[in-house]
């Protein structure tokens, strides 16, 4: 089983609506992190979260918000998708102790938005 | 302002062909600077992190080596199965954030 899963991995939606995108690990890291991906921007982040009572908002956080459930989940919603919104999502965690400050990436979601 | 830039944009190479990607830095503080994979569609795949100027690290064909400016994949005798984008990223002082570059599009041709 993989160790980061992204839910769902594929997504259409209309301009609007609001939605979420799931994050869960089995690596026992404390830190999350969500990033979209476009063509020509690589990769930004939107938030991050380095306990469950600690959230960050990063450098593209507008119409975002995040939510910390448990250390092993971390969601990302779009209160009201716009068509620039289209893009690659993307969620990682990192150890950031001893283990070091590698990040390690789930599968991505990809979202449409109508 | 931490930030990465990598060159070139796009590589084509023949298979047997090797080359080297650069990656670029400017940073408060290295803490790290990391290398991954990306297939089409596919999230990031860790290859390897350095931090500190003359490290090395190998695996397979590749092998990244870190100065205190720049950072060099190289690719050695490469095969079809290495084209992918490879990304670029630098951790400084300023918090947990990864600052990535823009990442090079590494076409290998049989």
């Known amino acids: 089983d993989a160790d980061v899963t992204q839910t769902p991995r594929n997504r259409i939606t209309k301009t609007g609506k609001r939605i979420m995108l799931e994050c869960s690990q089995t690596?026992?890291?404390?830190?999350m992190y969500w990033y979209r991906q476009d063509p020509g921007l690589g990769l930004r982040l939107i938030y991050y979260?380095?306990?469950?009572?600690?959230?960050n908002k990063g450098e593209i956080s507008d119409g975002y918000s995040v939510s910390r459930q448990a250390q092993a989940k971390f969601s990302l919603s779009l209160e009201s998708a716009i068509p620039n919104q289209t893009a690659l999502y993307f969620c990682?965690?990192?150890?950031?102790?001893?283990?070091?400050?590698?990040?390690?990436f789930g599968p991505g979601t990809r979202l449409l938005v109508l | 302002e931490d930030q990465v830039t990598q060159s070139p944009e796009a590589l084509r190479l023949q298979e047997g062909e090797s080359s080297s990607l650069n990656c670029s830095y400017t940073?408060?503080?290295?803490?790290?600077l990391f290398w991954y994979r990306q297939d089409p569609g596919k999230g990031p795949e860790f290859l390897f992190t350095?931090?500190?100027a003359g490290e090395e690290k190998e695996k397979e064909r590749l092998k990244a080596t870190l100065t205190k400016k720049e950072s060099f994949l190289h690719i050695t005798a490469p095969k079809p199965e290495d084209s992918a984008t490879y990304l670029c990223?630098?951790?400084?002082?300023?918090?947990?954030?990864?600052?990535f570059g823009q990442g090079t599009e590494l076409s290998v041709k049989p």
């Open positions: 990682a965690t990192s150890d950031g102790g001893t283990g070091g400050e590698t990040q390690y």
């Open positions: 690596k026992g890291h404390d830190r």
């Open positions: 979260s380095f306990d469950v009572k600690d959230i």
């Open positions: 940073v408060s503080g290295l803490r790290g």
């Open positions: 350095l931090y500190s």
């Open positions: 990223a630098v951790k400084g002082n300023q918090g947990g954030k990864l600052i």
